[in-house]
């Protein structure tokens, strides 16, 4: 139940793809400040997200605990 990479710098406009490759364990994940929650995903499922906007974005996984399922996403032009 962790992000990889947990740090991730893109340019404005990018996507981003989240592939869930855990085996057997759905996860939904969301970014703190409500741009976008995703459908549950079961293992191998994927969500991707356009960030059109510069800024820090913080991404957790709903079924996960731990610090490990934190991820910061940050956005430069």
Known sequence: MNFA????????????IFRNNEKATAHKIYEVKGLFRSPRMDPIDEFEHTFEDVGEFVIWSVMGLDKGTKMTIEVIE
């Open 5 to 16: 990479p947990k740090n991730l710098i893109i340019r404005v406009g990018s996507k981003v």
